[in-house]
Structures are given as structure tokens and as C-alpha cells.
């Protein structure tokens, strides 16, 4: 039984076009998170969510979405997808902010 | 600016032997440490974390040591073991402040069989 599950895992598209990636967890947790890992691998955090609030939002493109219908979902939605979006996005939740984080699996998006 | 840094890459150790990962911060702000490992194609695994009050935290084979005032700290697992070579990920964040979860680049522990 996953805890943090997100979909899809991969996704290849073409530039210009627009993309949700939905994510899940089933932990209990009040915080979910978006993080980016880029060709360098390093691991970004773009959002935070506390129970279906914003709290951190880095210095991210507008195109870059998120959306937390309940504190059990957050789905990254990014619009008019550019070559450098291409890069292994993960959700993560947390019972309480900054503390460990739960990843899923990671989606790798491949914009050409 | 890299607040947690882990300067290096990759690190190899026979099996059975101790694997040390080191890692450093910045930011004095960090009172709460975790490690995280990776497998590839997977998310990354919660390990073990430490908070600044303690200067050591055990967990079976795997132990975290803090130096605050060397804002340094590192994990070592003994004994090695092949199914431990992944990416171990250092990160740091300030629990009940402002300072969000913040991830070192990585190092890529091989064990040799």
C-alpha cells in the first residue's frame, strides 16, 4: 500500500503543450511538498503545502501550478512546457513542516 | 547558494567495512538533520536525522554524528553492505522556524562485493 503515490511516472511531451502530474499520499500527513531534481541532481523544493495552504513557494515559474483539492492530494499543473522544465519531479507529505519527508517515486518529464 | 553541501561525488568501500559520508552546512539556522538514501528510478528514503541537541543518534547500522561547531555532520553504516550502495542524500531545515527542508547534492556509495 503506497504511501506517497504519484502519476504518471513518466511523461514525454512536446514543448508548448500543458501537464498535470497528480500526487497522493495516504499517510495522515498535513504537508505536502513538490521538489525538482534537475540534470545536476540537485533536489529543489518549488512548493509546500499545510493543510491545503500555501506556504513555500521558491522561485518558480508562473507556468508552474499547484493545486491541493484536500490535504491527501497535491497536483503540480505546469502550462506551456519549455526544454529546461525537463527534469525528475517528486511530491513528498509530512506530518508537520520541515520535518522528514515521504517521497513517491518521482515522474521524469521529458519536454522535446 | 548551496546551504548543505556534500563535496563528494561518489565513494566506493569494500563490504563489511564502515562507510563515512560527510556533509556540511551554512546556514546556523539548521537544528534539525536528516539523511535520505536513493535508489535508482525511486524516491528518496528517510534514514535517520538527528536534532541539534544531540551530538549522536543510533540506529543499527547506521549512526549520524553532529559537530555544530563545525557545522559538519556525517553518517556512517557498518557494516557496509552491497544492498546499501545507492545515493545518500544529506539534508537540514529549522523544525520549528523558517528554514525549509534543504538537500545536499548527493553521494554515490558503491560497495564492493
Known amino acids: 500500500d503506497t504511501a506517497v503515490s504519484q502519476t504518471p511516472k513518466y511523461l514525454v511531451t512536446q514543448m508548448g503543450n500543458d501537464k498535470s502530474i497528480k500526487c497522493e499520499q495516504n499517510?495522515?500527513?498535513?504537508?505536502m511538498y513538490w521538489y525538482k531534481q534537475d540534470s545536476k541532481k540537485f533536489l529543489k523544493i518549488m512548493f509546500s503545502?499545510?493543510?491545503?495552504?500555501?506556504?513555500i513557494n521558491e522561485t518558480v515559474p508562473n507556468r508552474f501550478s499547484p493545486k491541493s483539492p484536500d490535504k491527501a492530494h497535491l497536483n503540480l499543473h505546469i502550462n506551456s512546457l519549455e526544454l529546461g522544465d525537463s527534469a525528475v519531479y517528486f511530491c513528498a507529505s509530512s506530518q508537520r513542516v520541515n520535518t522528514e519527508a515521504f517521497f513517491g517515486q518521482g515522474t521524469r518529464l521529458t519536454v522535446v | 547558494d548551496q546551504q548543505v553541501k556534500q563535496n563528494s561525488p561518489s565513494l566506493s568501500v569494500q563490504e563489511g567495512r564502515i562507510s563515512i559520508l560527510n556533509c556540511d552546512y551554512t546556514n546556523s539556522m539548521f537544528d534539525y538533520f536528516l539523511w535520505y538514501k536513493k535508489y535508482p528510478a525511486e524516491g528518496p528514503t528517510f534514514l535517520i536525522s538527528?536534532?541539534?541537541?544531540?551530538d549522536k543518534n543510533e540506529d543499527g547500522r547506521f549512526t549520524v554524528f553532529l559537530n555544530k561547531s563545525a557545522k559538519h555532520l556525517s553518517l556512517h553504516i557498518v557494516p557496509s553492505q552491497p544492498g546499501d550502495s545507492a545515493v545518500y542524500f544529506c539534508a537540514a531545515s529549522s523544525r520549528f522556524g523558517n528554514e525549509k527542508l534543504t538537500f545536499g547534492t548527493g553521494t554515490r556509495l558503491t560497495i564492493i562485493p
Open positions: 499517510l495522515g500527513h498535513d504537508t
Open positions: 503545502y499545510n493543510n491545503k495552504e500555501l506556504i
Open positions: 538527528i536534532s541539534s541537541i544531540k
